[in-house]
């Protein structure tokens, strides 16, 4: 600190910007905002480039100045004119997004190319994951690999992540799935949640390394420790199951709630079960209406499924049958195969709707399709019992048996 101090009053402008961070982020000084952006000023009126970078960023986010896009894309060009790096990613960001400028995504991938010449890795990773869905730019597979791979020799946690998955499936790149880990192992590293997680499936299924149990646990548990949702909900199912860990299901409630909590709608399906059944936990209707609720207002296809099942018998909600029905059908129609199969019975027996064996048939061997046994079971069961030459079915009524064949 005594040493930026000196460099700032000596009108060392790069000393001026690092000591302007330190009032910003309030390291080593009390938080002053409205001195860094001051120092930040002094830097960049010397022609200081990162001073003119970290200014554009006060009045991009409104941090000690009242914000402004406009200033903060004038401040960006300025040094990305001059070559910054950085400069040019932030006014890349800054064409995308339309904030300063007119939304121009021609200059936006024009900046953060150069960007990527300077070297900058955020540029790297972020135009690596445009190339790869098509998104402003041509998709090309290749690209993106090689921009991950850029990114991940910088040391970029994300880029790592990304040239991982490429390398587990070969795609853009040849499939070597000890690389992937060991990418993902560079990228756990460096404290990336995402990748600890990844990791984290690949020793609970023995992917490119010895299957252990255990080392599985403590990477969803780093996850989870750094309140990552789904390192808490890995690391909730491992307490469930006893993998890796001994079987508590307190442990694993409290980790499903916690998850549920941060939004996680895995964990928040899994709690409705969990209630919904009284498995690992006192059977409580009510909870397990109200995670359901939460997940299946978030589209889930299970949580509505499970909730139908709840309209359907009027366990713990007044008894709905149309709502069922209208639960079943959409999840269904996500692609639900248990949600298909109830749906078909509701078609069978006339539960909520009318009854349309025809209809039930087509949900069943839908269901079936999905490799869903009671799919596969209903559907031969009523073919069986069917004419063969049934309406609309001829030449498709052919039973399948539940075992596929």
Not at 261 to 280: D, F, P, S
Request: proline content about 1%; glycine content about 12%; some cysteine.
């Amino acid at each position: 600190m005594e040493l930026f101090r000196r460099a700032s009053a000596q009108n060392d402008s790069d000393g001026k910007v690092e000591l302007g961070v330190c009032f910003r982020d309030g390291l080593g000084v009390v938080e002053n905002r409205d001195e860094a952006v001051d120092l930040f000023r002094q830097a960049a009126e010397s022609g200081n480039t990162t001073g003119l970078v970290y200014l554009g960023f006060c009045y991009r986010d409104g941090v000690g100045v009242e914000q402004s896009y406009e200033e903060a894309a004038n401040l960006f060009r300025t040094a990305a004119e001059d070559g910054d790096g950085d400069a040019q990613y932030a006014l890349g960001q800054s064409y995308f997004l339309g904030r300063g400028v007119a939304q121009d995504s021609e200059q936006g991938v024009r900046w953060y190319q150069a960007a990527v010449i300077n070297g900058v890795e955020f540029a790297m990773f972020t135009l690596g994951c445009m190339h790869y869905d098509g998104h402003c730019v041509e998709e090309n597979k290749e690209k993106a690999a090689e921009l991950f791979r850029l990114a991940a020799d910088n040391g970029h946690a994300g880029g790592q992540l990304r040239l991982a998955e490429c390398h587990f499936e070969g795609i853009g790149v040849e499939k070597n799935v000890g690389l992937a880990v060991l990418l993902l192992q560079q990228a756990a590293e460096s404290g990336d949640s995402e990748a600890r997680i990844r990791l984290g499936f690949c020793f609970q299924g023995g992917e490119g390394v010895e299957k252990n149990p255990q080392e599985a646990t403590r990477m969803f548990r780093m996850a989870a420790e750094s309140g990552n949702s789904y390192g808490l909900f890995n690391l909730a199912n491992c307490y469930l199951r006893g993998d890796g860990v001994e079987e508590n299901d307190e442990e694993a409630l409290r980790l499903y709630k916690l998850a549920a909590e941060e939004g996680n709608v895995h964990a928040q399906v899994r709690l409705g079960a969990l209630y919904k059944t009284g498995l690992a936990t006192e059977k409580n209707v009510e909870e397990a209406v109200r995670f359901l609720n939460l997940a299946a207002e978030r589209d889930d296809p299970s949580a509505k499924m499970l909730l139908g099942d709840l309209y359907e018998t009027g366990e713990g909600v007044e008894r709905d049958l149309t709502k069922a029905v209208n639960l079943y059908r959409a999840a269904a129609e996500s692609g639900h195969a248990g949600a298909m199969v109830n749906l078909g019975n509701c078609y069978r027996d006339g539960i909520g709707v009318e009854a349309d064996e025809e209809e039930a048939v087509k949900l069943f061997r839908e269901a079936s399709d999905l490799g869903d046994i009671d799919g596969q079971f209903f559907s031969w069961t009523m073919l069986q019992a069917w004419d063969r030459s049934c309406p609309g079915l001829s030449g498709s009524c052919a039973p399948v048996s539940p075992s596929g064949g």
